[in-house]
T-cell receptor, first 114, second 113 residues
């Protein structure tokens, strides 16, 4: 059974720091991996999708990598800002590209202090 | 593109009542997913459909839960009878085929008193 683990569970940093959020999964049969952001009381906003044939994706100050052989993904946030404060969720997509299910980690709660 | 649309946004009901949550996926997306989020258990997959056909309902907690997708543009999740432990945020998500990512709705916050 696929399990997704995120470390750390919570992180507090001063504004301007670069930081790394970690995600590991138990089954390398994961197809794609997607990172989401969730603000308190809100829905999930997709940040980055790394497809099976890719190793990383970048969007602005965010960079996500995927290493299937080691079962790990990282989300790198450069020059963090207070507006980055949220819970970050990684999720592995099982199955094939015709509609596999998304298995979530428990999330990393990030707080960026001004 | 209006995104994935869920209704209602909030629902407060009494124990024993029937609750129906609704979802309209993004046009052209052929997979639809229902998730439940609680503090204790995080995000759990309840059921998903491909091309309107239920594929995996192993996450549906009990027979009190049922889901339907009568056509490509509409799905319902029904709880009958509802119980206080069903209180959670229920999310619907949809996805295109061929390796694309998921898009989530804003969720329905259900409170059963």
């Amino acid at each position: 059974k696929q399990e997704v683990t995120q470390i750390p569970a919570a992180l507090s940093v001063p504004e301007g720091e670069n930081l790394v959020l970690n995600c590991s999964f138990t089954d390398s049969a994961i197809y794609n991996l997607q990172w989401f952001r969730q603000d308190p009381g809100k829905g999930l906003t997709s940040l980055l999708l790394i497809q099976s044939s890719q190793r990383e994706q970048t969007s602005g100050r965010l960079n996500a990598s995927l290493d299937k052989s080691s079962g790990r993904s990282t989300l790198y946030i450069a020059a963090s800002q207070p507006g980055d404060s949220a819970t970050y969720l990684c999720a592995g997509i099982e199955g094939d590209n015709q509609g596999g299910k998304l298995i979530f980690g428990q999330g990393t709660e990030l707080s960026v202090k001004p | 593109d209006a995104g994935v649309i869920q209704s209602p946004r909030h629902e407060v009901t009494e124990m024993g009542q029937e609750v129906t949550l609704r979802c309209k996926p993004i046009s052209g997306h052929n997979s639809l997913f229902w998730y439940r989020q609680t503090m204790m258990r995080g995000l759990e997959l309840l059921i998903y459909f491909n091309n309107n056909v239920p594929i995996d309902d192993s996450g549906m907690p009990e027979d009190r839960f049922s889901a339907k997708m009568p056509n490509a543009s509409f799905s319902t999740l029904k709880i009958q009878p509802s119980e206080p432990r069903d209180s959670a945020v229920y999310f619907c998500a949809s996805r295109r085929p061929q390796g694309y990512g998921y898009t989530f709705g804003s969720g329905t916050r259900l409170t059963v008193v």
